[in-house]
């Protein structure tokens, strides 16, 4: 069974109704099994998935040019989204930076561009807001890409509701990009309802809360030591322990149905899309053809209000924010 297509925002394409997260091929979650993962990208094509995420951050670019040769062998039905906004230096591995000014837009979309072989982009996006630099200034150079042929359509990550107002304004913004799952729905506050009232479609990353809520891990200490969720605040000590137990709930829905703890947080999510009155893509990343078929199985999955019921507390009683730093995030900056 073949996902179902939606129009991504006004742009006038059609994606899949799931997309595939890449950022995990090449780092922050451990170990890779590369032949494995690209074998997953051409899985992910057959089930119906065209929308492929990756970001010019992911393996400090490496990411970009292990999916390039897959996006170039099959141009005609992959919409490519990529991002820029957070700068790395090889000689600092532990250097962040924001970056949204005009200049590093240029030099950041034809970097990426070199990187996957590519004429143009399907959907660019700023990945995270840097509040010192007016949005009419970085979307503006944004909207300069689209005009030149690099860019097909705009994305935003992490914005508030007020934000993506002020940018659609700029140039419509076809997709936003922000976490949102049964453990964190912070973006229902402002976020959603600007989209549903823009008809920007919402791309909801981590949507089975970076694995957690699919029980693979119950604390950070059982991840490897290379795997960057050691360090987020709900997977740690007393916050993993509590949050552990919010799982439970999931879980129990998932046995008495018959399918996975991820399928129904999958489920959840796309059945969002209902409530609020906009469409939802999520992007769950996976390395695994196994775990990409069972992702791609919960679009299908209709969950009983009575099961909606059940797991409609369970982000509240969340402990720990989702990044040690919020400032960079749309719930930090509301």
């Known amino acids: 069974m073949r996902l179902p297509t939606v129009n991504l925002g006004s742009s006038g394409r059609l994606i899949g109704t799931q997309g595939l997260g890449c950022m995990g091929m090449s780092e922050f979650y451990g170990p890779t099994d590369t032949a494995e993962a690209l074998a997953t990208l051409d899985a992910a094509l057959e089930a119906g998935v065209t929308l492929f995420d990756t970001a010019d951050i992911y393996g400090s670019g490496a990411n970009e040019e292990l999916i390039g040769p897959f996006v170039r062998a099959n ?163 007393a916050n993993a322990a509590a949050n552990a137990a919010l799982v439970a709930p999931i879980q129990k829905v998932a046995a008495d149905r018959g399918v996975t703890a991820a399928q129904v947080a999958l489920a959840w999510v796309h059945q969002r899309a209902e409530v609020h009155g906009l469409t939802v893509v999520p992007i769950p990343g996976t390395r695994k053809r196994t775990r990409l078929a069972e992702n791609t199985a919960a679009a299908s999955l209709l969950l009983t209000p009575a099961e909606l019921t059940t797991l409609d507390g369970i982000a509240a009683q969340v402990t720990g924010n989702r990044y040690a730093d919020m400032s960079f995030t749309s719930a930090g900056r509301e």
């Open 75 to 237: 141009r005609d039905q992959v919409v490519l989204a990529t991002k820029f906004a957070i700068e790395r230096r090889a000689d600092d591995p532990r250097h962040r930076a924001v970056r949204n000014d005009p200049a590093y837009i240029r030099t950041a979309v034809d970097a990426s561009l070199k990187r996957l072989g590519v004429d143009v982009i399907d959907l660019y996006y700023m990945h995270r807001r840097d509040p010192a630099v007016p949005l009419a200034e970085s979307v503006g150079a944004m909207a300069e890409l689209v005009q030149a042929g690099k860019v097909k359509a705009l994305g935003l990550s992490e914005v508030t509701g007020d934000e993506l107002r002020e940018a659609h304004e700029v140039h419509p913004i076809a997709a936003l990009q922000s976490e949102w799952s049964l453990f964190s729905r912070d973006v229902e506050r402002t976020a959603v309802p600007a989209a549903a009232e823009l008809g920007v479609t919402f791309v909801p990353y981590s949507p089975l809360g970076r694995g957690f809520l699919t029980g693979s891990f119950a604390a950070a200490e059982q991840l490897t030591e290379d795997d960057y969720r050691r360090h987020h605040p709900q997977f740690s000590g």
